[in-house]
C-alpha cells in the first residue's frame, strides 16, 4: 500500500469513527427519553402523533445500530446508505421547520437551543454530515467494487 | 462477457447494501419494540394520550383564581401581539421556558395554554408536559387559540 492509499485508509477510519460517535451519542440521548423526543417531533407539525410516537421509539435505536454498523465492515454498505437518507431526512425537516418560520429546537441530540438561529446551525450540521457519509458511502462503494475486494478491513 | 460483468457489479453492490440496510432496520426494531412496552419514559399512544381540557375564554374571563396565560406560538407571533400578560414558552417548551413556568407559578394559580388555531396541537403536547414534568395539575388549554381570542375581543368591541 502506497502513502496516498494509507492516508486515505486512515482518514476514512477516523471519518467512520467520528461518524459512529456522533449517531451512537444522538440516538442514546434520545433514546433515553422517547417522550421528550415525541414532543419534539410534534413540535415540527409533520406528522400525527401516532406516528411521532412511533418515530421517537424507533430512530433513536436506528442512530445507534446505524452507527455501530458503520465500523463493521460486513454492514457498513448498508449503515452508510441508512445513515446518508437519515441525515437527508433530518435536513429536510430542519429545513421545513425553519422556512416555516416555527421556533422550535431540532431535538437531534433530545432538545438543544430554540430559534431561527439553532435551526440554522442544525441544518450546516445536518449538510456537514450527510457531506460526510456521502464522502464515506462513495469511499466505500469503490472499495466494493474493486475486483480484489473481499470483506474488508475494520 | 467483461461488459456483462462491469453492468451486473453495482446491481451486486446495490443488493448487498440493501440487504445489510435491512438488518439494521431489523436489528434496531428489537428494543424500539422493547421500549415501546418497558420504557419508563415512554409516550403514550393516541388511545391512551391525556387529552389535556380545553376551556373557552368567555370561562376563563370569569374564574376567580389567578391564571398563567402559556404561549406556545413562534416568536414573532409573540412579539407582534399576544394576549395581555402571557409567558412566551415557545413551541419546543425547552428547559428556560420550563423554568420560567416554574417560577411564575404560585398556588392556586390556574395554567391556560395557547398556540395559534384549533388545528394546533402544540398546546396540549406543552400542556402534557407542564402536567408531567412540573406536577402541575390544574392546566387546561384554549379552546380555539389565539384565534379565538382575537375573535373574543372582536366580538367585545
Do not use: N
Amino acid at each position: 500500500m502506497d502513502r496516498s492509499a494509507q492516508a486515505a485508509s486512515v482518514m476514512g477510519w477516523v471519518g467512520r469513527i467520528v461518524l459512529a460517535a456522533v449517531f451512537v451519542c444522538a440516538g442514546a440521548a434520545k433514546a433515553l427519553d422517547p417522550a421528550a423526543f415525541a414532543d419534539a417531533i410534534d413540535s415540527y407539525r409533520l406528522l400525527p402523533h401516532p406516528a411521532g410516537v412511533a418515530l421517537a421509539l424507533y430512530l433513536p435505536w436506528l442512530e445507534i445500530t446505524g452507527g455501530l454498523g458503520v465500523v463493521w465492515s460486513r454492514t457498513r454498505l448498508g449503515a452508510l446508505s441508512l445513515l446518508f437518507l437519515l441525515c437527508l431526512m433530518f435536513g429536510i425537516a430542519v429545513a421545513s421547520a425553519w422556512i416555516r418560520d416555527l421556533d422550535i429546537a431540532c431535538g437531534c441530540f433530545g432538545g438543544g437551543a430554540v430559534g431561527a438561529a439553532a435551526l440554522r446551525g442544525s441544518l450546516l450540521r445536518s449538510a456537514a454530515l450527510a457531506l460526510l457519509t456521502g464522502a464515506l458511502l462513495w469511499a466505500e462503494e469503490t472499495r466494493c467494487a474493486r475486483p480484489d475486494s473481499s470483506a474488508g478491513s475494520m | 462477457m467483461q461488459a456483462r460483468t462491469s453492468t451486473e457489479k453495482p446491481t451486486v453492490l446495490w443488493r448487498r447494501g440493501a440487504r445489510q440496510a435491512a438488518l439494521i432496520l431489523l436489528v434496531a426494531l428489537v428494543p424500539a419494540v422493547l421500549a415501546a412496552w418497558f420504557h419508563p419514559r415512554r409516550s403514550g399512544w393516541s388511545q391512551d394520550q391525556p387529552v389535556i381540557p380545553e376551556v373557552e375564554w368567555t370561562a376563563v374571563r370569569q374564574w376567580r383564581a389567578p391564571v398563567l396565560l402559556v404561549d406556545v406560538r413562534s416568536t414573532a407571533a409573540y412579539e407582534s401581539e399576544h394576549i395581555p400578560g402571557a409567558l412566551w414558552l415557545g413551541e419546543s417548551i425547552g428547559y428556560d421556558g420550563m423554568v420560567a413556568v416554574a417560577r411564575a407559578w404560585q398556588p392556586g394559580t390556574r395554567v391556560v395554554v395557547y398556540c395559534d388555531s384549533p388545528r394546533c396541537d402544540v398546546a396540549q403536547a406543552a400542556a402534557r408536559r407542564l402536567r408531567r414534568e412540573l406536577g402541575l395539575q390544574d392546566v387546561v388549554v384554549l379552546k380555539g387559540g389565539w384565534s379565538a381570542w382575537i375573535e373574543a375581543r372582536r366580538q367585545r368591541r
